[in-house]
């Protein structure tokens, strides 16, 4: 079954960067759009960011203009750019892939933003 691999969570301090990648173990036919959501406990997963195979762009207002979506195609890989990071941030993040036929997950990676 392919997998959709998270890396680039960690902790840091407030104002620092991360960047987040999200990788297919194999191939998934019919792509139409990748993104990012999170989720903290007690709260719903909540979309961050989203691209469309087209490269349409769309961001949660919390995170515009501080964080930047972006996919290698080609590589079945998204990525998440989040520059200028608040407390606020402190969340798992999930990568997600939509397809023609469903939708896949990733299996989270901890982001932690100190004051």
């Known amino acids: 079954q392919v997998q959709l691999v998270e890396s680039g969570g960690g902790l840091v301090q407030a104002g620092n960067s991360l960047r987040l990648s999200c990788a297919a173990s194999?191939?998934?036919?019919?792509?139409?759009?990748m993104g990012w959501y999170r989720q903290v406990p007690g709260k719903q997963r909540e979309l961050v960011a989203s691209?469309?195979?087209?490269?349409?762009?769309n961001y949660a207002d919390s995170v515009s203009g501080r964080f930047t979506i972006s996919s290698d195609n080609a590589k079945n890989t998204v990525y998440l750019q989040m520059n200028s990071l608040k407390p606020e941030d402190t969340a798992v993040y999930y990568c997600?892939?939509?397809?023609?036929?469903?939708?896949?997950w990733g299996q989270g990676t901890q982001v932690t933003v100190s004051s």
């Open positions: 997600n892939f939509e397809t023609r036929f469903g939708v896949r």
């Open positions: 194999g191939t998934i036919f019919g792509i139409t759009g």
């Open positions: 691209i469309t195979r087209g490269g349409s762009t």
